[in-house]
């Protein structure tokens, strides 16, 4: 019998072919791609998903921390569904990223034994790759001859399958051979190249600011948030199930050797850009950076912090998008000459930009503030050095959309056309995602049951 987490799997699945039926119903498909994902997320949280299932010969459970993060990657899928709303996205996008979705579902979920020590990632790592194949469709948008930021997200993240798969089979000879030290030197290097590639650790980047330049922005959030979130959360249940990994400090020593070059890209690039695309991606680099140090010190504070920034992480990315959708639909792209004056012609538009790019950032009273903070503070304790990294990568960030504002603020070259100002809808959209995100900064602690159940279920940051 097929029940329990399978059903999300196929729940996604059936809604992705109805808002596909239903594409002449534009309203209908959009209402649908936003409530179906929403109420997966609350059943996600509240029902009890927590006794494995076999299905097919293969184990499928959603319990601890991926059953509180696959309901997170739901509710954001809905609201990025709830943005594109008003932006007219292909009739293609609904069951192409519905589709993805599930199938970043499958990987979080089914975890067939390897042996009677390890689960199994193999099964995780293919349906990464289905997801990979489904998510460049969005990102290419349609648009003929904007290719470079696709081609890079699917040959990079794609590069990651190899090595993941051959890292399982490794591990599998590892339990036959327990004591051979080169057996597990060998899981953890091939484990380490394949989340490289996979979460965009430098220098296999070079997609992410490509993407948020080239792609609709609503469909680069969804690379940026879900597609990454998923791999994140992958990575801690390997580290969790596989206590191989953990119990090698040369392990956790990768994590935060990678998270603290990627914060440092962030720092030296992200200040220099001239459009907000290519500042949202080096934006999300370094943030990435901030949330691979929190895991890295693997402790209850450290993946706090870490979840809090990749919950939030939707919301700072989220707000952006919405902005830089409105301005490249107006004005044609989001380069910072181009968006000279806006700030009159689309004065939601720009705050928007400019609340979602603080908050990445991680400047108060914004979202992203208490989940930057509450790693700094534990950085500052065990690494000072590295806090100085990680601050310098947050100012950057701000330095950057500082500088776009400038531009903003100062008077158009020529009148405002009235045709040009956001629709009453759009602007609603953007208030109550501004909204959310003050609320989220002022009040972080309403997170904290979410957070709590979240650390709880990764043994190896228990101290």
Avoid: K
């Avoid at 990575?235 to 090698?248: G, H, I, K, Q, Y």
């Amino acid at each position: 019998m097929i029940g329990g987490p399978f059903v999300l799997i196929v729940v996604l699945l059936i809604v992705a072919a109805a808002t596909f039926l239903l594409r002449r119903f534009t309203a209908v498909s959009a209402l649908l791609a936003v409530l179906a994902p929403l109420a997966l997320a609350a059943w996600a949280l509240w029902a009890p998903l927590d006794e494995p299932q076999a299905i097919f010969g293969r184990v499928v459970v959603l319990s601890g921390g991926d059953r509180i993060a696959v309901a997170l990657l739901f509710a954001i899928t809905s609201a990025i569904f709830l943005g594109v709303w008003r932006s007219s996205p292909g009739w293609s996008s609904y069951p192409i990223v519905l589709m993805a979705l599930a199938a970043l579902a499958a990987a979080l979920i089914i975890r067939p034994p390897l042996n009677e020590f390890y689960p199994s990632f193999v099964y995780s790592a293919l349906f990464m790759g289905i997801a990979i194949a489904l998510t460049v469709y969005p990102l290419q948008g349609g648009q003929p001859g904007v290719t470079r930021g696709a081609t890079r997200f699917i040959t990079l993240t794609m590069l990651s399958l190899p090595a993941l798969l051959l890292a399982d089979w490794v591990l599998a000879q590892s339990a036959q051979s327990p004591d051979s030290t080169s057996l597990v030197q060998g899981t953890i290097l091939l484990l380490a190249l394949g989340f490289t590639f996979l979460l965009a650790i430098f220098p296999f980047h070079t997609w992410v600011p490509a993407v948020s330049r080239e792609a609709p922005p609503l469909s680069a959030a969804f690379a940026l948030t879900v597609f990454l979130g998923a791999a994140l959360i992958l990575l801690l249940d390997v580290l969790n199930e596989n206590r191989v990994f953990t119990s090698d400090p040369r392990t956790l020593e990768l994590v935060r050797g990678a998270a603290l070059l990627m914060a440092g890209l962030g720092a030296v690039f992200a200040w220099a850009q001239s459009d907000f695309g290519r500042l949202l991606g080096y934006g999300a680099v370094s943030d990435m950076g901030a949330i691979l140090f929190a895991i890295g010190l693997s402790s209850s504070t450290g993946l706090a912090a870490a979840f809090f920034m990749i919950a939030i992480r939707a919301l700072s990315v989220g707000l952006m998008s919405m902005g830089m959708t409105l301005a490249r639909a107006r004005l044609g792209d989001d380069s910072f000459t181009t968006l000279t004056g806006s700030a009159r012609r689309l004065p939601w538009a720009s705050i928007a930009i400019l609340a979602g790019g603080l908050s990445l950032a991680g400047l108060p009273p914004l979202a992203g503030f208490a989940g930057r903070w509450g790693l700094l503070q534990e950085t500052s304790r065990l690494y000072p050095a590295a806090t100085v990294v990680l601050l310098a990568s947050s100012a950057s960030v701000a330095v950057g959309v500082l500088r776009g504002l400038r531009e903003m603020l100062r008077p158009p070259s020529e009148p405002a056309s009235v045709q040009q100002r956001e629709r009453r809808s759009e602007a609603a959209l953007i208030i109550a995602a501004l909204a959310v995100c003050l609320f989220a900064g002022l009040f972080p602690g309403i997170l904290a049951p979410l957070v709590r159940e979240f650390v709880a279920a990764y043994s190896f940051a228990a101290r």
